[in-house]
C-alpha cells in the first residue's frame, strides 16, 4: 500500500514542460524544525526514481524560497527509506508553511514508483 505513481511520458518533464512534481504542504509540531526528510518508496524498476527531494518556505501564498534541495538520485528499487541530505538551515515553520517536493523520472511507461511513507527529521527551535 502508498501513494502509486505512474506517467504517460518518459523523463522528468510533463507534456507541458513542467517538472514531474508530487507537492504537499507538511505539518511541523510547535517548537521544532525540519533538517532534513525521510522517504520510504519502492519501484518496479531502477530506471524510475525519485530524482529530488525539496523543501520550500512560502514567503507569500505564490511565492517560496527554496530551503533544501537534495538532487540525489533514488534509483534502489527499494523498498527502502532514506534520508534526504540535512537542510543548510533548519526550515522553522515560524517563518512561514511549509511545502515537500518528489521530483520523479521514469524511464518506462509501464514503471511504477510506490511512496510508502514520508517522515520529517526534525530538530528543537528556541520559541
Not at 512560502?58 to 511565492?63: E, G, I, M, R
Not at 527499494?78 to 521530483?103: E, K, T, Y
Amino acid at each position: 500500500s502508498g501513494l502509486i505513481i505512474q506517467s504517460t511520458t518518459l523523463g522528468e518533464v510533463d507534456s507541458l514542460g513542467g517538472n514531474k512534481a508530487l507537492e504537499m504542504g507538511v505539518q511541523v509540531p510547535p517548537h521544532f524544525a525540519v533538517a532534513s526528510v525521510r522517504v520510504c518508496y519502492e519501484s518496479s524498476s531502477s530506471a524510475s526514481f525519485i530524482s529530488q527531494i525539496r523543501l520550500a518556505q512560502l514567503d507569500t501564498p505564490s511565492t517560496a524560497s527554496v530551503k533544501l534541495d537534495d538532487a540525489t538520485d533514488l534509483t534502489i528499487p527499494g523498498p527502502i527509506c532514506v534520508d534526504s541530505a540535512l537542510a543548510p538551515v533548519p526550515v522553522d515553520p515560524i517563518f512561514g508553511a511549509v511545502r515537500l517536493s518528489l521530483r520523479v523520472l521514469f524511464g518506462a511507461l509501464t514503471d511504477k514508483i510506490v511512496v510508502r511513507g514520508l517522515g520529517l527529521n526534525l530538530v528543537p527551535t528556541t520559541h
